[in-house]
């Protein structure tokens, strides 16, 4: 199996713990963002940043002894699933609320990233516009979501902050 390469630094240092960036909301669990989301495949080939932008569900939020918020999310993607991968369909009602193609899509439980908030790999759901957020998921599709998640502890973590 091929190492990493020496990243040159996070793409995404913390923020400021005195100064931080109050324009965008600190998201919540079950919300859809645009993300440049790093697969797994791309970090082992020593990426430090995602080749793509894509909506991720925020799977939890949580606030670190020194104050910073990390947010971990998976992926939403329209290409099938991999053998050794697990994911959930989207329903085409659900992506239909939150703007998306007409293309099936799946959300992928068996990796996810793990970034600080505000994170430099957030992107606005409109070309030049500043919102990040498509909305949020149905409580019964993030309850599957995180089940599957917990259940299976079958997570492959990306640490962004590393």
């Known amino acids: 199996m091929k ?44 990426r430090d940043e995602g080749i793509k932008d894509r909506p ?16 971990l999310v998976v992926p939403m993607t329209t290409t099938p699933p991999a053998r050794d991968q697990h994911a959930i369909e989207v329903p085409d009602a659900v992506r239909r609320q939150l703007g998306l193609t007409a293309e099936r899509s799946w959300i992928i439980v068996s990796e996810w990233n793990r970034f600080t908030w505000p994170g430099y790999d957030i992107r606005p759901v409109k070309k030049g516009g500043p ?6 998921l149905p ?5 599957r979501i995180r089940d599957a998640i917990v259940a299976g502890a079958i997570g492959r973590p990306i640490d962004r902050n590393a």
Request: proline fraction near 10%; glycine fraction near 10%.
């Open 139 to 143: 409580a019964g599709l993030f309850r």
């Open 56 to 71: 991720v569900a925020v799977v939890i939020v949580t606030r670190s002894a020194d104050g910073f918020d990390d947010v």
């Open 131 to 136: 919102g990040v957020s498509y909305g949020f």
């Open 3 to 46: 190492t990493p390469s020496k990243r040159s630094g996070p793409s995404n240092p913390r923020p400021s713990a005195t100064t931080p960036d109050r324009d965008l909301m600190l998201p919540k669990p079950g919300e859809v963002i645009n993300y440049s989301y790093l697969w797994e495949y791309e970090y082992r080939a020593g």
